[in-house]
C-alpha cells in the first residue's frame, strides 16, 4: 500500500527528502545551514521542511552510515520520533565522536527519515503477566 508523505519547504535553501535507490526505506534529510560540530559537542541542525504524515504513521529520524564510518557523526537520540501531529520543522540533533571538528554545509545528507506505521493500544493495568521463556532475563541474559 503507498501512503503520501506532504512535505512544505520552509525557505529556498529546504530541500525534498530524497530515496537514493527505489525500495529503500530510508529518505535522506538535508541541512539548510552550515554549521561547525565540534569535537565531542553536539549541534541542532535545520533541514527547512516540515511535513504531515499520514494517519497511523510516525517517522524516525536515523544516522547515515558514511557520516559515522568516516567522521565519526551520528544522532544523539537515534532514532528521534516524529509523530504524526507534529507540523514544525525537522530538525536533527546531531553529536561529533570524532577528534576533530566537523563541518556540516548546506544542502549536505544529514540524517535519514523512516516512516513506520505505529499500533495504537489499549493500555491495561494487571497484576498478573503471563510466563515467557526469556521471562524477567534482562541486559546480558542470552549468553554470549
Avoid at 21 to 32: H, I, V
Avoid at 56 to 75: F, K, M, V
Amino acid at each position: 500500500m503507498e501512503y503520501n508523505l506532504k512535505i512544505k519547504l520552509m525557505n529556498e535553501d529546504a530541500k525534498m527528502p530524497y530515496r537514493a535507490n527505489e525500495g529503500d526505506a530510508g529518505l535522506d534529510l538535508f541541512s539548510t545551514e552550515e554549521k561547525i560540530v565540534k569535537a565531542g559537542e553536539t549541534a541542532l541542525i535545520g533541514t527547512g521542511i516540515q511535513m504531515e504524515l499520514p494517519k497511523g504513521t510516525e517517522a524516525q529520524i536515523r544516522p547515515r552510515s558514511g557520516l559515522a564510518l568516516r567522521h565519526s557523526i551520528t544522532l544523539l537520540n537515534t532514532p528521534g520520533t516524529i509523530d504524526e501531529g507534529y507540523r514544525g520543522e525537522i530538525k536533527v540533533i546531531l553529536i561529533n565522536h570524532g577528534k576533530e571538528d566537523f563541518k556540516v554545509e548546506k544542502q549536505m545528507r544529514i540524517a535519514q527519515m523512516v516512516i513506520a506505521p505505529v499500533l495504537q493500544v489499549t493500555l491495561e493495568q494487571t497484576e498478573i503477566l503471563s510466563n515467557s521463556v526469556r521471562d524477567q532475563g534482562g541486559f546480558g541474559s542470552s549468553g554470549k
